[in-house]
């Protein structure tokens, strides 16, 4: 059963157009997400994050939003650039004592068209 | 710099003989982990450590085996490889379980990916 689901598997945007990546969880218990882009060759590298006491987390043109009541996150990019197409990862996890997993979702891909 | 560096990056082998992929940090990260990339299946986990001498199988550990007698090495071993196992492999490490005192994003840190085909 996913626990982490990524719906759309690939998403085109014009640059400089808003990018808008969802992601869904069924596991309540997850309290942390996390972002990861992944490009061609080369190994995922961490994003963004927001812990499940805040609904916003924003660095630079990325933003996160967190809606815990739907079960849902999404990740805007603004404006889009053509280096921002990639493979996106959402991830989730438990905090606490004794855990560390995180469980990823199947990815979206992500591309800018100049 | 830091880093997670994978060996090989490319390898073809044939069906039952086994392999090696090695992982090692300089990070001095408690934990590490392996994944596998497939299409349409994203990131599966196949072995994770928590520490030197803990390991513990992922969601996908079938065919695999792994160890971790040192810190820093994290070797994916198969013992007889065979065509499904064909994959995008990573290895990952990161600071340690989740601790109140300091902020932990969870961040993970990746290797560059070793391409096994299997043939």
């Known amino acids: ?114 | 710099e830091a880093q997670v560096t994978q060996n090989p990056r490319y390898l073809i082998t044939v069906t039952g003989k086994k392999l090696t992929v090695t992982c090692s940090q300089n990070m001095n990260h408690e934990y590490m982990s392996w994944y596998r990339q497939d299409p349409g299946l994203g990131l599966r986990q196949i072995y994770y450590s928590m520490n030197v001498e803990v390991t513990d199988k992922g969601d996908v550990p079938e065919g695999y085996k792994v160890s971790r007698k040192e810190k820093r090495n994290f070797p994916l071993i198969l013992e007889s490889p065979s065509p499904n196992q064909t994959s995008l492999y990573f290895c990952a490490s990161s600071l340690g379980v989740w601790r109140e005192a300091y902020a932990n994003t969870g961040e993970l840190f990746f290797g560059e990916g070793s391409r096994l085909t299997v043939l």
Not at chain 1, 21 to 46: H, I, R, V
Not at chain 1, 59 to 82: C, E, M, W, Y
């Open chain 1, 1 to 114: 059963d996913q626990q982490v689901k990524q719906n759309s598997p690939s998403l085109s945007v014009q640059e400089g157009r808003i990018s808008i990546l969802n992601c869904d969880y069924t596991n309540s218990m997850f309290d942390y997400f996390l972002w990861y882009k992944k490009y061609p060759a080369e190994g995922p590298t961490f994003l963004i994050s927001i812990s499940s006491i805040k609904d916003k987390n924003e660095d630079g043109r990325f933003t996160v939003f967190l809606n815990k009541s739907a079960k849902h996150l999404s990740l805007h990019i603004v404006p889009s650039q053509p280096g921002d197409s990639a493979v996106y990862f959402c991830a989730a996890k438990r905090t606490g004592a004794g855990s560390y997993q995180l469980t990823f979702g199947k990815g979206t891909k992500l591309s800018v068209i100049p």
